[in-house]
């Protein structure tokens, strides 16, 4: 699989990180700073998650696919207040 952070936004107090993913199978999952993403599309196509400013100042994102292939290339952003 491969993922990219396409927005961070600041929202109420919270970070809102949305990005893509895209995968030649199914994708089982996104993780950013090691929680769960929620899926906006198909497949993980979009998808999205809420973060405490204080724990998001270095974000990771990577993807998992059903056959079990773990995203090597994570992206990952530093985040500047």
């Known amino acids: 699989p491969a993922t990219v952070i396409t927005h961070v936004i600041q929202q109420s107090g919270k970070l809102i990180i949305r990005g893509t993913c895209s995968d030649n199978g199914t994708v089982k999952r996104v993780v950013v700073n090691n929680l769960n993403a929620k899926p906006l599309s198909d497949n993980f196509a979009t998808w999205e998650i809420e973060l405490s400013p204080d724990s998001a100042a270095a974000i990771d994102a990577h993807a998992e ?17």
């Open 65 to 81: 696919d059903e056959a079990g292939n773990i995203e090597q290339l994570r992206h990952k952003l530093t985040v500047t207040k």
